[in-house]
């Protein structure tokens, strides 16, 4: 320990040193001289203020600096430890997201991509179940300098996002409400799903009904079901709300859309072997768009989720206030 205060101390007579930064870098510069190594008790905070004579709270506001760039780690009733011996990082940060779907691949991708690499970033995934989402920010809670987080539409996730400091957290894809001003960069499905529905008016009306997969216990958004019953209504269409795609029942005449990857691939199994072609002889529309449907040629509404990682980026790295909904693009392609 007592090289440890030696290297705070050595930075005494740097006048532009304030006692935070002496204590911040001074413990950088036992790390790099491998006073202390990943894993090691750091001093306590009643030791510090006896041999440094610094005041509890710049004690305590250093650690939290070092906590924010990963370099530190706070376990309860066991101190401080060194986190991560890789000291030129600024920031520790910590995704959670759904899963990892292509198009939240394309997020993750130029997320990472625009945080550069000294920047560490923790990827978890919660698959839209609360209970691991609890567990999952039980378990990071005072580990990370950001917190970027894709909610759970869940009763509890309130409670649970409101554990986690302001300055520290951007909510992404879906966007549930907080109180207070909070940054975000995140989704609209109702009005805008009502939007797209209507820019395909002219081509959905060629057929004779629109069936919309959606499970009332699925994690798809509720908004749409309400787009989507206003849109029947306001163009004079027919259609349905059906739970799922039960294989090997498309027919012509219909337009199929769904939000669910497994039954649109089944769908277009099943016209395959009946010999039906989309667009022609029947229509289908996907949520989400990713390079495969893209080749497939499948007609698509969905946010540029690669877009939105790379503005999250920038927002973390510029450490700038965004509270951004991005549009739905429509992607028409042969299947409608």
Not at 19 to 48: C, M, W, Y
Not at 66 to 80: F, Q
Not at 283 to 298: C, F, R, V
């Amino acid at each position: 320990m007592d090289r440890i205060f030696q290297e705070i101390k050595k930075l005494t007579d740097i006048p532009s040193y304030s006692k935070h930064d002496r204590f911040v870098q001074g413990i950088i510069n036992a790390i790099n001289e491998k006073v202390i190594g990943q894993d090691e008790t750091l001093p306590s905070v009643n030791r510090l203020i006896k041999e440094l004579g610094f005041s509890r709270e710049t004690i305590i506001k250093g650690y939290k600096d070092l906590i924010s760039r990963g370099i530190v780690e706070s376990k309860n009733r066991l101190g401080y430890f060194v986190g991560n011996g890789n000291t030129e990082q600024v920031l520790n940060v910590a995704l959670l997201m759904y899963n990892l779907d292509t198009f939240e691949e394309q997020f993750y991708r130029n997320f990472r991509h625009e945080l550069g690499q000294n920047i560490r970033l923790n990827p978890y995934f919660h698959h839209g179940d609360i209970e691991i989402f609890e567990t999952i920010l039980t378990q990071i809670k005072g580990k990370y300098g950001m917190y970027v987080i894709a909610p759970i539409p869940h009763s509890k996730t309130k409670e649970l996002l409101d554990t986690i400091p302001r300055n520290k957290f951007l909510m992404f894809d879906r966007y549930e409400p907080l109180e207070g001003d909070f940054n975000h960069i995140t989704q609209e499905f109702g009005q805008s799903s009502y939007k797209i529905f209507s820019q395909l008016a002219s081509k959905i009306s060629r057929f004779d009904e629109m069936i919309f997969y959606h499970s009332p216990n699925s994690l798809d958004p509720k908004e749409m079901v309400k787009s989507f019953k206003k849109f029947l209504k306001d163009f004079n269409i027919k259609g349905r709300i059906v739970n799922e795609y039960t294989p090997g029942t498309v027919e012509k005449g219909k337009v199929y859309f769904t939000l669910d990857n497994f039954a649109l691939w089944q769908i277009m199994r099943d016209c395959n072997s009946q010999k039906l072609i989309p667009g022609k002889d029947l229509g289908i529309l996907s949520h989400n768009d990713e390079p495969a449907k893209e080749i497939i040629g499948i007609t698509t509404f969905s946010a540029d989720f690669s877009n939105m990682g790379k503005l999250a980026g920038q927002a973390i790295l510029n450490k700038e206030k965004i509270s951004l909904t991005v549009p739905m693009l429509l992607f028409e392609r042969n299947t409608l």
